[in-house]
Every structure is written in C-alpha cells, then in structure tokens.
C-alpha cells in the first residue's frame, strides 16, 4: 500500500488508493470478506455433480479464478488432484500457503493451455463474466473444454443479463484489530449489449487514517439461453441447474441465476 495519506485538520487522513490496486493490496484481507461463502458446501455440490455427469475416470481437478484457493483447499480433502489458475499473483500468493499441494497458473481465463488434462473444472462466484468482450468468452469456453479429458466435467454458475438488472449492492463488514473494513460490490447493466459492470469498494478506517479502494471491472452479460447455445456449439453437453448448492435440481426456466454443467463427451 501507498504511504501516503492525505491529512485533514483534526480528523483521521483520507487516502484514495485507486482503481486497480484492489486485488493486490487487499489480498490478505479477501478471506474475511467471503466469510460467509460457503466454499464446502460449494465443493460437495461439485462433487456430486461429478459423481453424477462425469465419465473420465480421474480426479485431476482445475478452480478457474481460483482466488486464495478455498476450492483447491476443500475440493483436495475430497480426494481431488488440485490445479489453480488466477491472473493475480497476490491471490495465487494467498492460494499456494493455503494448499501448498496444488499447482498453480497466473494467467486470464482465456489464456491457459491444457489439452485432456481434467476430469472436473470449475469456475464459482460468477467468476465466468470476467471474460469480456464476448470473443475472449468464446475462447475461455473453447480452452475450457479442450482441457477436459472426454468424460470430464466443466461446472460454473452464472447470472442471465436480464437477472443483473434486479441484482442489489451487497455490503460486508469486517472488524480487525487495529481497523474497521467495509466490502461493497454491485453489478450494474444497462438492459442491452454485453458489458455489465462490476464496481468494487473497500473503506478501511484505523485511529490514524482511512483508506478507499476503488476497482471497476467489464464483465460478460448474456441470456441463459444464448449461453446454453454457446456451449452446444463448442460441443458440450449443457445441464442447467437451479442455484441451489444443496440439491441437483433441474432449473426451472423462471430464475435469473443458475448452475451450469457441461460435459465434454
């Protein structure tokens, strides 16, 4: 982080970090953020799905964006071979002290070469819309299924761009022992084409100063339906499933938000 604070006359010192450095510098602090997200429940449901689609008799497992390795951690005591890719190397950092077993990628979701080398990938919180524009997209998919081995399983959920319209701020407070840290993240869409913004705050405030954090990312707004079609086209076999990590549920047409499983065959 930047020494540089910004004073104002008897009050805590203002420091606007800026865009970008957000990943970075708030790497230590992302676990406690995503508290709440329930990253084994997440890897059982993965699990079963692959208990139930998968053909391709391994367990050589790949988390795209794999962030500070949650999945990798949780998705290895289930008897998973793990293998991360993120494109940042502070949370690739974070990944391999947390499971010092996997190996690990740092590269974009469209730039990994893998040829046949997964039974199980996944890609969980929404991760898939980082690809953007729609041909870096296409080609995290087309990359995704070639490193599947026939059989193998490719499982991520996703928002329909029409969902993302009615999508509300989440905020999440963090008390540390020297600071308060707010989290705002929210999505924002236009109701046409293909770019849906996310916008990333965070507001960390000790007894000496407070700092703000600011990123914005394009991410890929598409239907359900043009998704499903996508995939058909590359060659998967499309499932969708309801948003509900408990049970396998087909989904029902009506949700905005949904599981999907794309076998390669």
């Given at each position: 982080?930047?020494?540089?604070?910004?004073?104002?006359?008897?009050?805590?010192?203002v420091?606007?970090?800026?865009?970008?450095?957000?990943?970075?510098d708030?790497?230590?602090?992302?676990?406690?953020?995503?508290?709440?997200?329930?990253?084994?429940?997440q890897?059982?449901?993965?699990?079963?799905?692959?208990?139930?689609?998968?053909?391709?008799?391994?367990?050589?497992?790949?988390?795209?964006?794999?962030?500070?390795?949650?999945?990798?951690?949780?998705?290895?005591?289930?008897?998973?071979?793990?293998v991360?890719?993120?494109?940042?190397?502070?949370?690739?950092?974070?990944a391999?002290?947390?499971?010092?077993?996997?190996r690990?990628?740092?590269?974009?979701?469209?730039?990994?070469?893998q040829?046949?080398?997964?039974?199980?990938?996944?890609?969980?919180?929404?991760?898939?819309?980082?690809?953007?524009?729609?041909?870096?997209?296409?080609?995290?998919?087309?990359?995704?299924?070639?490193?599947?081995?026939?059989?193998?399983?490719?499982?991520?959920?996703?928002?329909?761009?029409?969902?993302?319209?009615?999508?509300?701020?989440?905020?999440?407070?963090?008390?540390?022992?020297?600071?308060?840290?707010?989290?705002?993240?929210?999505?924002?869409?236009?109701?046409?084409?293909?770019?849906?913004?996310?916008?990333?705050?965070?507001?960390?405030?000790?007894?000496?100063?407070?700092?703000?954090?600011?990123?914005q990312?394009?991410?890929?707004?598409?239907?359900?339906?043009?998704?499903?079609?996508?995939?058909?086209?590359?060659?998967?076999?499309?499932?969708?499933?309801?948003?509900?990590?408990?049970?396998?549920?087909p989904?029902d047409g009506?949700?905005?938000?949904?599981?999907?499983?794309?076998?390669?065959?």
């Amino acid at each position: 982080m930047s020494d540089t604070v910004k004073h104002r006359a008897g009050h805590p010192g203002v420091e606007p970090v800026g865009r970008g450095a957000l990943y970075a510098d708030l790497a230590r602090y992302y676990d406690q953020f995503c508290a709440e997200v329930d990253y084994a429940g997440q890897c059982a449901f993965a699990a079963r799905v692959f208990d139930a689609f998968a053909s391709a008799g391994g367990r050589d497992y790949l988390d795209l964006a794999c962030g500070t390795g949650q999945h990798l951690q949780a998705m290895t005591r289930l008897g998973f071979t793990p293998v991360g890719l993120d494109n940042s190397p502070a949370m690739l950092a974070q990944a391999q002290r947390r499971c010092p077993e996997a190996r690990l990628m740092l590269c974009d979701l469209a730039g990994f070469e893998q040829e046949a080398g997964f039974d199980l990938i996944s890609c969980f919180l929404y991760s898939i819309h980082y690809s953007h524009p729609r041909q870096q997209f296409v080609e995290t998919l087309r990359r995704t299924w070639r490193a599947l081995k026939p059989g193998g399983v490719f499982v991520f959920n996703t928002v329909d761009a029409a969902g993302a319209r009615q999508q509300h701020d989440v905020v999440t407070h963090v008390q540390t022992t020297d600071a308060r840290l707010t989290f705002t993240s929210g999505w924002y869409y236009a109701g046409e084409g293909e770019d849906l913004d996310l916008h990333l705050s965070i507001r960390r405030t000790s007894a000496e100063r407070t700092q703000i954090w600011h990123d914005q990312h394009t991410m890929m707004a598409m239907t359900l339906a043009d998704l499903k079609q996508l995939l058909l086209s590359i060659g998967f076999e499309v499932t969708l499933l309801e948003h509900d990590y408990d049970r396998l549920v087909p989904w029902d047409g009506r949700s905005f938000n949904a599981i999907v499983v794309a076998s390669r065959v």
